[in-house]
């Protein structure tokens, strides 16, 4: 407690304010006694205010005395003296100041975290990584991913800038902590490093000179991702141990985000690089023979389901060309994995090509020995030059016939069936031949199509005879078109209703005759 009169003259110091403030002694003025605050505190207290004295309460200050903090409790009296109770809130300002640095903390925290996970792509995450960092946690920063070939990605950013995108010919080895921080082990102490030895390519443009630094890992998903690398300029604090704490907590935040971007990358990578293999191929003209496909999902997003086809040219000088189209139960992912054993198989196969019903036996067989429990249906053709016209073997598997369109816009079915291929033990074929004359064309479809259900009324399936009439209407066409028209028209009879997969492969004989000095291959070398 201390009192002091109107003329700032102490009257009173207990013990306690004694220890506070030991010149406090009756008689001194406060302005030696006591600091500044509470001098302009007095003051304000006891200046007269019109009609009215200072309420009890009024008046309440807070400062500083040493490296202690308190509250200064007014007490006017009658007589025109104060009495000050001086309450130490020491313990309580260190409380809401760590309060309120957790909380900005947390918010970083959660802020950095939904800017990171709010992207997949690495390169942003370590651009997010470095500013994030340059502007609440250092003067500058540096994300470092691991050594590429004989190159270090760094991503560089000081306070108020734009990241800064380099690969850098440099030894991790050469910043003391750079090497273990990379490796994932634990952070070096920031007083252990020395920033005078630091190399040039560690200080990005418009630092200055380097006071000190911090080293730490970005912990990954079961790899190191790299490593954080905070500076701060000659004139800045260093590092306290609480703040190289928080730097390991917004580390691991970042270091998560980009594994997981590049655990995503390569993910993407390997799927692409799948996807490829799986796709259907684009077809041409093939030894005198045009053919055209088409496929569509059974859902936009998907790139493949359980559809297929392939043509697979001929060796030999005059020998057929294969084709396979098929089937597989299924949709999706699943589906097309399953095609894609089943195409590598048929290309195995090649060599029997001329016998269909050998092929499709052992590949029933290859399929009912898998783990994969699911089947297929397929027609395969085999189709060769034979001067203008070209001859067809088509043999079905379960699969609907296909079906010949005649120059005049006559459609035919072939006369092939079988039964399904990965199911019986043994399976049974027949084998048509069929010839095609100039302009005629064979048409090889899914259930997909001619199932497809819609319409304007909905629901109604576009069937075989519906399709044998779109197709009248594509006499003498060219195979692509054939196959763009089928593909139209059963779109817009779908709409955006759900359907299988669908594929077609147009076989076809063209109206002209086939220059032999490109041997086939090249198209559109014919003459009238």
Known sequence: MLVADADALVVHANEAAGLVFPDARPGSPMADTVPGWLVAAHARCTTPLPAQRPPADAGIVQGRVGDRSYEAHPTPRDDGTVVWWLVDDTDHRLARE???????RTEFLVRSSN???????LGRCMDVTAQMAADHLADAALVIAPMQGRRLPVVSCVRGGSPSVSRAAVDPGDVPGLAEALQGFPPVPSRWLDPSAAPAWLVPDGLGALGSIVITPLPGHGVPAGALVLLRGDGAGAFTEGEEVFARLFAARAGAAMSAARLYAEQASITDTLMRALLPPSLHQVSGVEYAGGYRPSKDHERVGGDFYDVHPATDEGAPSFVVLGDVCGKGLEAAVMTGKIRNTLHALLPMADDHHRMLSLLNTSLLNSENARFATMVLASAARDGNTVRLRLTSAGHPAPLILRSDGRVEEAPTKGTLVGALPEITTQTARVTLSPGDTCVLYTDGISEA??????????????????LSQCAAMPAEAVVEHVQMLTSQWVGSGRHDDMAVVVISA???????AVDGHTRGRFTA
């Not at 800017?115 to 792509?121: D, P």
């Not at 259900?453 to 779109?470: I, S, Y």
């Not at 063209?510 to 032999?516: D, E, F, I, K």
């Open 115 to 121: 800017l990171l996970l709010s992207s997949l792509n």
């Open 510 to 516: 063209p109206r002209t005759n086939h220059l032999s």
């Open 98 to 104: 760590a309060l309120r640095t957790e909380r900005r």
């Open 453 to 470: 259900r819609g319409g304007p009324m909905g629901g109604v399936m576009f069937g075989e005879e519906r399709l044998r009439r779109a």
